[in-house]
């Protein structure tokens, strides 16, 4: 299990999330937690040496508009530019590395 996914696993578990992976390969997400009231966060993982920019962010919010199954997309990645981070909030799509997961309010920010 790679590091960012050891982080999110952790992330669910203390939260009492449950988390698994998408039924299908069309759906574009790594994992989908839920919290077993019928909402979903779809969940990508991008273990990159760089930081990730705008045009992630933009295409998370294609892959939420497309699906209409999920609450909320977020991102968990190693590091991220100021740009993408100020466009997820706009758009909200979540933009999240490791360390952030520890400030996430559940209900809140995932809306579940």
């Given amino acids: 299990m790679k590091d960012l996914e050891k982080h999110l696993f952790a992330f669910c578990e203390a939260h009492g999330l449950s988390i698994d992976k ?24 991008l273990d990159w040496k760089r930081a990730i920019g705008v045009d992630i962010v933009i295409r998370a919010e294609k892959i939420e508009k497309s699906t209409r199954k999920f609450n ?3 991102i968990l990645t190693n590091s991220y530019s100021d740009p993408a981070s100020s466009l997820g ?7 999240y590395a490791p360390h952030d997961l520890h400030y996430i309010h559940v209900e809140k920010e995932l809306g579940l």
């Fill in 22 to 45: 998408p039924p299908s390969r069309k759906i574009k997400v790594n994992y989908i937690i839920s919290s077993g009231n019928g909402k979903a966060v779809g969940v990508i993982l």
């Fill in 89 to 95: 909030e706009r758009i909200a799509v979540g933009v």
């Fill in 72 to 74: 909320k997309i977020i």
